[in-house]
């Protein structure tokens, strides 16, 4: 059963093409009190582009936030991001530990 947090909090991913990209945009991100943590990690993304497929070697940024922050996310990452269509989508933390979304709330300044 989903808890009364139900909306309040998720996760923002985005994926770059190198771990410098990604780890400026994870440090931009929690320096600005946009995010409390962010998981930066490597990734293999085969996807279509320009009428192609493509594989390549990605990192994935995992933002956890609040749902209030996702606009100010969104175009930070924009303007840090080098790729054209850079994917930025936020998922919905269903529920929790209560003690860990004290704590992200905490760190957002919620």
Known sequence: MPSESLGLFVEIQTACGDEQEARKIATAVVEKHL?????????????????????????????????????????????????????????PIIDGEKNYLDWLSDQVNE
């Open 35 to 91: 995010a409390a943590c962010v998981h930066v990690f490597p990734i293999t993304s085969i996807y279509r582009w320009k009428g192609g497929i493509e594989t390549g070697n990605e990192w994935l940024c995992v933002i956890k936030t609040t749902h209030k922050r996702f606009p100010a996310i969104r175009d930070a990452v924009r303007q840090m991001h080098s790729y054209e269509c850079p994917q930025i989508v936020m998922l």
